[in-house]
C-alpha cells in the first residue's frame, strides 16, 4: 500500500489590520483632544517628590536586577519559588523583614514599614507570575519591580513622612488563578485601607475597563457504543460539545458588545469506532458589569441544558473552579493623583474612554477592588499595536523601556501613596468615591446571593 506524503504545513493567513488601525487612529484623535485630569487635593508635602526621585535612583540597579530575575525565571501561577525568593532577598538586603508562604499560598509575601498606630494602611501589590510557552507575556515582572521600588523608595524617607503604615504585598497565580482571591478569603488583605498597583501596557491611561471573568466547564454525559455497528445505542457527547459550541457562536450576535465569551474542547472521544460518552468544553466568560456577567451565565447555562435534551445526554455544569473576578472599579480620587505623579515624569496619563474599551481583559485586582478603594493603571512599555500575552509584548517587558516605565510606575506607586496618607481630605473623598461606586461587595457570595444556580 502507497501511503501519500504529507504536505508541508503552510503559514495561515495573517488577520487583517483594518479594525486595529481604525482603533489607533480613533485613539490619537481623542488622545489630541484629551485634558489631563487634576485633583483638588494637597496630598503630601512637595518635598516628598525629590526625595522618592533621589531613592528610586539609587535603587537602578536593585531593580533592574531584580525585574531581570523575575522575568528569566518566568514561573507560572502558584510556582513562582525564584520570583518570591528574589523579592525576599532584596528587601531583606535592604533591611525589610519579610513572611513568604502565608494565608495559604507558597509564593505569597508580605512586608510592612511604619505603624498603624500613626495612621491608615496602604497596600502597594506585586504580581509575578508567568504565562504558559511565552513566559512574561503580561509583564508581571515590571509589576513586582514598580511596587518592590515604591516600597523602598518609602522606606528611605524618614519615619516622620510615612504617617501610618505602608505593606507590599506579593499576590501569586494572577493569570487565571484568581490569587488575590484566594489570598482575601484567607483574610490577606485584613486591615488594609488602599490598596494601589501599575499595570504594563502599549498605553499611559489610568482607569482602562477590566472585564468580570467566570469560568466555565460544560461536562456531557452520553452512551457509549459502536460507532459502525450499533450507532443507534448510543448518545453522543462529542455532538452535544460540537453544537454547544456552535449555539455559544450564535450566541454572540445577540450579547451586548462589551461582554465574552471563548473556549476550547477539552475532551472528545478515545477513538472514531466508539460514540463518544463523555465529552466537555470550557469557556471564559467576560461581561463589563456584574449584572450582565450574571445574564450572560444564565444564558449559557440554558444553552448547555436544552443540548442536553435534544442530544439525549446529560450536561454537567462546573462553575468557577477557580473563583471568578468581578469588574474592575477605579477610585477617582485616587486616580487623579496618579496622573500628576506621571506628569512629573514626562507620562500623560489618559482619562477612561481615550483607548477603546474594546481593548479589554480580566484582572484579580478587581475583587481587591470593590472590598476597599484602589487604583490599577497601566504604564506604556510597547507600541500601542502589541497585545498583551503575545511574544512581542515578552520582549517589551524585558527592554530598557520596560525598566524605565517599572521606575517610573514606582514614582508614581510611592506618592500616591505618600498623598493618601498625609491628606486626611483626600482619603475623605477616597472613601466618599467608593461609597458612591456601591461600597462594599460581598464577592465571594456575588452570584450564589444574586440566585446563581449551583
Known amino acids: 500500500m502507497t501511503v501519500a506524503a504529507a504536505r508541508p ?37 512637595e518635598r516628598l517628590g525629590g526625595q522618592v526621585a533621589h531613592a528610586i535612583d539609587r535603587l537602578d540597579g536593585d531593580l533592574a536586577e531584580l525585574s531581570a530575575t523575575i522575568f528569566d ?70 509589576i513586582a519591580t514598580a511596587a518592590v521600588g515604591a516600597f523602598l523608595a518609602l522606606g528611605r524617607l524618614a519615619e516622620a513622612d510615612v504617617p501610618g503604615r505602608v505593606l507590599l504585598l506579593g499576590t501569586p497565580a494572577e493569570e487565571g488563578s484568581s490569587g488575590k482571591e484566594l489570598l482575601a478569603r484567607e483574610g490577606f488583605f485584613d486591615g488594609v485601607d488602599a490598596a494601589i498597583m501599575v499595570h504594563p501596557f502599549g498605553y499611559d491611561v489610568v482607569d482602562q475597563p477590566f472585564l468580570g471573568r467566570r469560568q466555565l466547564v460544560v461536562t456531557y454525559h452520553g452512551v457509549a457504543a459502536h460507532a459502525s455497528a450499533q450507532p443507534y445505542m448510543g448518545r453522543n457527547a462529542l ?30 472521544g478515545d477513538r472514531p469506532s466508539v460514540v463518544p460518552e463523555r465529552a466537555s468544553v470550557e469557556y471564559y466568560v467576560r461581561s463589563a458589569d456584574a449584572a450582565t456577567l450574571l445574564d450572560l451565565s444564565h444564558r449559557l447555562e440554558d444553552i448547555a441544558h436544552g443540548i442536553a435534551q435534544a442530544t439525549g445526554t446529560v450536561a454537567e455544569l462546573t462553575w468557577d473552579p477557580l473563583p471568578y473576578t468581578l469588574p474592575l472599579r477605579t477610585n477617582d480620587a485616587l486616580a487623579r493623583r496618579w496622573v500628576g505623579h506621571q506628569e512629573a515624569r514626562g507620562r500623560v496619563a ?29 504604564i506604556a512599555v510597547s507600541a500601542t499595536d502589541v497585545a498583551l500575552h503575545t511574544r512581542a509584548f515578552a520582549e517589551a517587558v524585558s527592554s530598557p523601556a520596560g525598566l524605565a516605565a517599572a521606575l517610573d510606575g514606582a514614582y508614581g506607586l510611592a506618592l ?27 464577592v465571594e457570595n456575588y452570584f450564589t446571593s444574586e440566585g446563581e444556580s449551583e
Open 350 to 378: 489618559l482619562s477612561g474612554g481615550v483607548v477603546p474599551p474594546e481593548l479589554a481583559a480580566s484582572t484579580d485586582f478587581s475583587n481587591i477592588s470593590v472590598r476597599i478603594p484602589g487604583i490599577h493603571p497601566m
Open 73 to 142: 525565571a518566568a514561573e507560572e501561577a502558584f510556582l513562582e519559588y525564584r520570583s518570591v525568593a528574589a523579592i525576599a532577598e532584596l528587601l531583606r538586603r535592604h533591611g525589610v523583614e519579610v513572611e513568604t508562604g502565608t494565608h495559604g499560598l507558597e509564593t505569597s509575601l508580605r512586608a510592612g514599614i511604619g505603624s498603624a498606630e500613626t495612621g491608615p494602611t496602604i497596600a502597594i501589590l506585586a504580581e509575578y507570575d508567568a504565562l504558559p510557552a511565552i513566559g512574561h507575556a503580561c509583564g508581571h515582572n515590571l
Open 9 to 45: 504545513a503552510e503559514a495561515p493567513p495573517r488577520p487583517s489590520r483594518a479594525y486595529l488601525d481604525a482603533l489607533e487612529e480613533r485613539t490619537e484623535r481623542r488622545r489630541a483632544e484629551h485634558v489631563p485630569i487634576g485633583s483638588p487635593f494637597t496630598g503630601a508635602p
Open 239 to 268: 455532538d452535544a460539545v460540537a453544537l454547544n459550541y456552535q449555539a455559544v457562536g450564535f450566541l454572540r450576535q445577540h450579547i451586548p458588545p462589551t461582554d465574552r465569551v471563548h473556549g476550547v474542547i477539552r475532551e472528545g
Open 416 to 442: 500616591t501613596a505618600l498623598d493618601w496618607l498625609h491628606d486626611g481630605a483626600l482619603r475623605d473623598a477616597v472613601r466618599a468615591d467608593f461609597e458612591a461606586a456601591g461600597g462594599v461587595v460581598d
